[in-house]
């Protein structure tokens, strides 16, 4: 190693991507301006494209040539062999640097002279859409000093690993995850494999080869061997001391637990539960909590409600112990460990809490968490469905502002929410009960809501006998929106309850109204149309001349043309109709000559062929 002249090297593997190589290279300028710092290439694209080497070439002090070996410490330690900086910093051309200033600031201070090690978070785009984001911690900047090399064929380390770490606010990202198909998934993860498998039979006794492993079988699905290694890796570390040792060991445990969930073993889950996790043996922070999620998903589709409520309220207490903790955390993340403490996981444990709090009438859950959950549908547990169970519970209850808080707190979500709420009012009117009314008393009740939904005041008021508020109510309401296209329940309400339609019509300026009556004519079917004709015709009192007539010209043109597609739809009918039954009779004739030929009888299907060539020109008797 030569001797250290620069206070950074950044080493880069680059395959040839040039779709992404100049995105992670220029995300690395910032430290050349504000450090002494090299970019080291080792360049392992077997072509050494010329489109690439000129990328390579604008950014970096070095490139060296490397042939590909199924070896990535291989790789890396070219870098590393080469680098004069005191700190080394690696990265692959798939990544990049989006807040790079934290680890910039970092090597400047004087805090620099007391750690070797440092770790922060790298996001990772998955899917082929990239949609879905993950983050994880990675370690990636470490003083060379004390020989340190880079050791493993894949998922490479640096080792020895010297002194403590410390967790740095800046953050990387990385798309190489976010395959473009399946079969790139499992292609990705099959190379891992073999490489894998090879440093077992090197090292078997070496326990982070069991659990990376079985990280790929997980990613290609093979459960048997997914199990197969949990087991041996659980063995290998049931008796082993320290927070590490426990941290690989309720890995273990907690891959076993989520073959299960996955496939909706919920049975299987609590069995796993008790046997492994249910033991005073220590596990990691993040896996004893991914271990609690779990459970209580587990007791709650099997209907214990009380033991679900348990492990969830063990969950909680360690995502605040943890949270925002992640020292703690970089020791013991280990792959699907990493959502533990995200929102949606968070938000899943507090929904079934609160689901399994409302079933036996306790509020404790919904008063603790419901304000912290994610309404907007920013997070990713399932909004929609936690929504909608709550609605079917909380309107059993007789608690009219519990329902107000929680329906306002769905209304000004708006969206999906929103629309929740109005299709369960509408579903409940089918049967027109006291839930329905408790539903629309909440959201008119709620304070959450500024502007109230003037449709459901109408119905309230409806429903309450206020005949004195319907004028005021309808005149916001066609100003609010088209009233042609308004529910016909609302008109008859207005109509029942005096609000003088014929009035409110004609405070319409007549441009707005032909707007009203054009958009009408093109979006509504024609059933609608013919019910607001009847509606209009009750309403005219003679005030809104213009208005009416306008509709009605508009209505009889409508009509007309609906009558005139008709028409013409059954004439079509009647031709398609027509035209089978011809089939079926020369289908029937053709049969009728293949038996008469088959009989010998020569003259007499001739002389059926005529018949059918009299239907089917162009058909001669001979064909």
């Not at 001797?3 to 080493?11: A, G, Y």
């Not at 519990?402 to 109005?422: C, P």
Request: glycine share 6%.
């Amino acid at each position: 190693m030569s001797e250290k002249k620069k206070d950074l090297t950044i080493s880069l593997l680059s395959s040839g991507r040039i779709d992404t190589i100049e995105r992670c290279l220029s995300s690395l300028v910032p430290f050349k301006e504000q450090l002494d710092t090299e970019i080291i290439i080792v360049d392992t694209d077997p072509e050494h494209r010329e489109d690439v080497q000129a990328i390579l070439g604008k950014y970096t002090d070095q490139i060296i040539p490397f042939t590909w070996c199924d070896d990535f410490s291989a790789a890396r330690n070219v870098g590393v062999d080469a680098a004069q900086g005191e700190w080394f910093l690696f990265i692959d051309d798939d990544e990049w640097y989006e807040e790079p200033q934290p680890l910039i600031d970092f090597l400047k201070s004087e805090e620099a002279r007391n750690y070797s090690r440092v770790s922060h978070r790298i996001l990772n785009y998955l899917g082929e859409s990239k949609q879905k984001k993950q983050y994880a911690w990675v370690e990636r900047l470490f003083r060379l000093e004390g020989g340190v090399r880079f050791h493993a064929k894949v998922h490479e380390f640096p080792s020895p690993q010297i002194g403590e770490v410390l967790v740095n606010d800046a953050v990387s990202a990385h798309d190489g995850y976010a395959y473009k198909s399946e079969e790139e998934k499992l292609s990705h993860a099959h190379r891992n494999i073999v490489l894998i498998e090879k440093m077992m039979e090197q090292e078997p006794q070496e326990v982070k080869w069991v659990y990376q492993l079985l990280v790929e079988y997980m990613a290609v699905g093979d459960e048997d061997r997914v199990i197969s290694l949990a087991h041996k890796g659980y063995r290998m570390m049931e008796d082993k001391v320290g927070y590490m040792a426990a941290c690989v060991r309720g890995y273990f445990v907690a891959a076993l637990l989520i073959l299960d969930a996955r496939e909706g073993r919920w049975k299987a889950c609590t069995e796993t539960y008790k046997k492994y996790a249910s033991k005073k043996r220590e596990y990691g922070d993040v896996s004893r909590a991914f271990m609690e999620v779990i459970a209580t998903q587990a007791y709650y589709h099997t209907g214990k409600t009380k033991n679900s409520g348990k492990h969830g309220a063990a969950y909680m207490k360690l995502y605040r112990m943890c949270k925002g903790k992640p020292i703690r955390l970089t020791e013991d993340y280990l792959d699907f460990l990493i959502e533990t403490f995200d929102e949606r996981v968070w938000g899943l444990v507090a929904t079934l809490m609160i689901l399994d709090d409302l079933s036996v009438g306790s509020w404790s859950a919904f008063d603790e968490y419901f304000d912290q959950m994610k309404w907007d549908g920013s997070a990713e547990y399932p909004v929609a469905e936690a929504a909608a169970d709550f609605l079917r519970l909380l309107i059993d209850w007789d608690d009219v502002p519990k329902l107000a808080h929680m329906a306002g707190t769905f209304w000004n979500a708006g969206g999906m929410l929103r629309q929740l709420i109005s299709q369960k009012i509408l579903d409940l009117e089918k049967a027109n009960d006291d839930r329905r009314w408790r539903l629309i008393e909440a959201v008119l009740a709620s304070d959450l809501i500024e502007n109230k939904p003037v449709d459901l005041v109408i119905v309230w008021d409806d429903h309450e006998g206020h005949r004195e508020n319907m004028p005021a109510h309808f005149r916001q309401l066609f100003v609010m929106a088209n009233p042609l296209v308004l529910d016909a329940k609302l008109w008859e309400i207005g109509l029942r309850r005096g609000a003088v339609l014929d009035e409110r019509i004609a405070e319409i300026p007549f441009e707005r109204w032909k707007i009203c009556v054009d958009e009408c004519m093109k979006d509504m079917n024609i059933e609608h149309i013919r019910k607001m004709s009847e509606l209009m015709d009750e309403a005219y009192l003679g005030s809104v001349d213009e208005h009416y007539q306008y509709y009605k010209v508009k209505a009889k043109e409508r009509s007309f043309h609906e009558l005139e597609i008709e028409k013409e739809a059954n004439e079509l009918r009647q031709k398609a109709k027509i035209q089978t039954e011809m089939k079926h009779l020369i289908e029937a004739m053709q049969e009728k000559v293949e038996e008469l030929i088959a009989a010998g009888m020569m003259d007499e299907a001739e002389e059926v062929m005529r018949e059918i060539a009299k239907y089917t020109p162009g058909l001669g008797v001979g064909d």
